[in-house]
Each structure stands twice: as structure tokens, then as C-alpha cells.
């Protein structure tokens, strides 16, 4: 069995940072893909960012509303993504999900987190 565990997030102010992180655990043959989606009230969940395996961060691929704001990167000996958010809006308060494409065995499968509250506010 396969999961996601999300940490990181919280209240910050309007300009602040935060920094998520997403370790993955379980039966894990290799992992491809990962990345982070975003759910805001009322809202259909949407893409944020997400880095191939074996990349460079140079590969990653980001939401054009968080271009330039927020890092993607991974830890590959820890099963780990993490997101570095700065220069926070108010509009970037969601849920935040990890995704990931992790093969356990002969099978490669889209696994997710239990979601991080991130909320900007003053």
C-alpha cells in the first residue's frame, strides 16, 4: 500500500512564504511524476506545478498564476516533493493535494494526498 503524506501548511500573510513537502511511502518500485494540484472553495481542483523524474527542476512545469512565485523540487533518496511558495496571494488560498505516478509492481498507478490548508490572509 501506497500513501502520500502532505505537511506545510497553514495561515500566512499576504507576501509571506510557505514551504510544503510530500513524502511518499509503501510498496514502492519507482516513482514517476510528481506534482502538486490546488482546490480553492467552489473551485475545480487545479494543476499548480509538476517535475518528471529524473529532472532537473529545469523540467518542471508550473501553473502561469504561480510562475515565478513557487519552486517544485525533489528529494529522490527521501520519496519527496516539495513546494516553495513566496510571495503569497490571497488568491492562492486552497487545499493543496501531492500527486504522484508511483509503480508498486507491475502496475503504475496516480496516488494522492490527503490535501495541506494553505490560507494567505492579513
Known amino acids: 500500500q501506497v500513501q502520500l503524506v502532505e505537511s506545510g501548511g497553514g495561515v500566512v500573510q499576504p507576501g509571506g512564504s510557505l514551504r510544503l513537502s510530500c513524502a511518499a511511502s509503501g510498496s514502492i518500485f519507482s516513482i514517476n511524476a510528481m506534482g502538486w494540484y490546488r482546490q480553492a472553495p467552489g473551485k475545480q481542483r487545479e494543476l499548480v506545478a509538476t517535475?518528471?523524474?529524473?529532472?532537473?527542476?529545469?523540467?518542471?512545469n508550473y501553473a502561469d498564476s504561480v510562475r515565478g512565485r513557487f519552486t517544485i523540487s525533489r528529494d529522490y533518496a527521501k520519496n519527496t516533493v516539495y513546494l516553495q511558495m513566496n510571495s503569497l496571494k490571497s488568491e492562492d488560498t486552497a487545499v493543496y493535494y501531492c500527486?504522484?505516478?508511483?509503480?508498486?509492481?507491475?502496475?503504475?498507478?496516480?496516488?494522492w494526498g490527503q490535501g495541506t490548508q494553505v490560507t494567505v490572509s492579513s
Open positions: 517535475i518528471p523524474t529524473g529532472g532537473s527542476t529545469n523540467y518542471a
Open positions: 500527486n504522484a505516478r508511483i509503480r508498486v509492481t507491475a502496475m503504475t498507478n496516480t496516488y
